[in-house]
């Protein structure tokens, strides 16, 4: 079934759909490919946007904004943390089935974790409006709704047990939310800081007897599958595991997998001086899971005085592919008050974004290069155009044709 029909469905008519989704034969790529990797996906993107493009207001302290490193590098992290979560919720879901009096199956148990979680991934569109996110309780509330109707109808559970069953993996999932937040957290301490998780897309779904290219991101994904399908026979956690991390880089990378430019190649691009004021402080730092690294180079410049910059380069790495959905998504727009001006537009390849201050305070100016590079540049004591000035003698162009360095197969 489509991808649009079976959200409707599933969120509109539960007590229909889970019965046609346990007649259903669908393989672990089918659901992970043609399901969450489109919603997760753009769920990630809208509190990317949101975060990091959108911001939200502080009393006293205006609009506040996550720095887009930080952003993406959450948005990436929270992405991955969604498939893991609904493969740990679903070998949870089986392994619990024969104490409610339901049967073991591990492919309708990972049906019903994948489709109880549809509320949480549309509900996370909503953080494109940061302030809306409250919303996701509700969304939270449904799917344990949608979980109690769905564990009867394929784990084959009495219906009078259902309550006790539903509770148990709720309380399982409550314990997985928290794990996953606490890696969540400290991997946002490698690029930066942040927090967002999980969300309807336009990519479609799998039809019956599909297939794709297999050096596309869906053909990687459906390979990945295979992997995890031929290790689940096997009763291999670990290999299964260790088959979807190689392979979302791939996804996220747009069908290719990315090794961040090492550390020496990224810091000429933070020079000694810059804008005429001399660097006070520096820092490199490459973290992340494997296949899903990102490279980071940060530095201070200031005069002592009234002027400064805090510049920062991120290498996406396998985040490329996450890169380009934001420039599917056309993120461009201005916006202008009292206190700055504020607006994102596209300059030839060039995501930008900027922020100048009316009232003296900072200005910032920030860009995406080749679906990969992240430049942020933020002054203080400077005039907008000074800011730019300074961040054109970095000589970005270098930058940018290094995009496919580190690409792999």
């Known amino acids: 079934m489509a991808l649009v029909a079976r959200v409707k469905n599933i969120l509109l008519a539960p007590k229909t759909e889970w019965p046609l989704i346990a007649g259903e ?3 672990t ?9 489109p919603l997760a996906g753009a ?106 109707l769905g564990l009867p109808a394929l784990m084959k559970n009495p219906a009078e047990k259902s309550v006790g069953y539903t509770a148990v993996v709720v309380i399982c999932a409550i314990v997985i939310g928290f794990v996953l937040s606490f890696l969540v957290g400290s991997f946002s301490h490698i690029v930066g800081g942040g927090a967002g998780m999980m969300g309807s897309s336009m990519i479609p779904g799998r039809g019956a007897g599909a297939t794709f290219d297999k050096d596309s991101p869906m053909g990687k994904l ?68 494997a296949g899903l690294e990102i490279a980071k180079v940060e530095a201070d410049y200031g005069d002592g005085a009234q002027k400064s910059i805090r510049l920062e380069i991120v290498d996406t790495g396998g985040a490329a592919g996450l890169m380009g959905l934001a420039g599917w998504a056309n993120l461009q727009g201005e916006k202008e008050n009292q206190r700055s001006i504020e607006r994102t537009r596209k300059e030839g390849d060039r995501l930008v974004h900027e922020k100048i201050s009316k009232t003296g305070g900072a200005n910032e100016v920030a860009m995406v290069l080749g679906n990969r590079f992240i430049v942020e540049a933020k002054g203080r004591g ?28």
């Not at 790529?29 to 990797?37: E, I, N, P, W």
């Not at 506040?64 to 493969?87: K, N």
């Not at 591990?106 to 919303?135: D, E, N, R």
């Open 382 to 409: 400077m005039t907008f155009d000074e800011l730019k000035s300074a961040l054109a003698s970095l000589n970005l162009g270098k930058l940018e044709a290094m995009k496919e360095m580190g690409a792999k197969k």
């Open 43 to 148: 769920a990630a993107l809208a509190g990317f946007i949101g975060s990091s493009f959108v911001g939200f207001t502080v009393p006293m302290l205006g609009n506040m904004r996550s720095p887009i490193g930080a952003g993406l590098g959450t948005a990436v992290f929270t992405f991955v943390m969604a498939f893991v979560g609904v493969y740990l919720l679903s070998m949870i879901i089986n392994a619990l089935a024969p104490s409610f009096g339901g049967e073991k199956n591990p492919a309708q148990a990972l049906k019903v974790s994948v489709y109880a979680y549809t509320p949480a991934w549309i509900a996370g569109l909503l953080q494109v409006i940061p302030l809306l996110g409250i919303l996701g309780l509700v969304a939270a509330f449904y799917g344990i709704y949608l979980l109690y």
């Open 25 to 27: 034969t669908s393989s």
């Open 29 to 37: 790529g089918d659901l992970m490919g043609g399901y969450v990797a």
């Open 222 to 289: 459906e390979d990945i599958g295979r992997k995890m399908e031929a290790a689940q026979k096997s009763g291999d956690q670990q290999a299964q595991m260790k088959a979807a991390m190689e392979g979302l880089g791939a996804v996220l990378g747009g069908g290719k997998r990315y090794e961040p430019l090492a550390l020496d190649a990224l810091k000429p691009f933070a020079p000694e001086s810059l804008g005429g004021l001399a660097r006070t402080a520096h820092n490199s730092e490459r973290g992340g899971m």
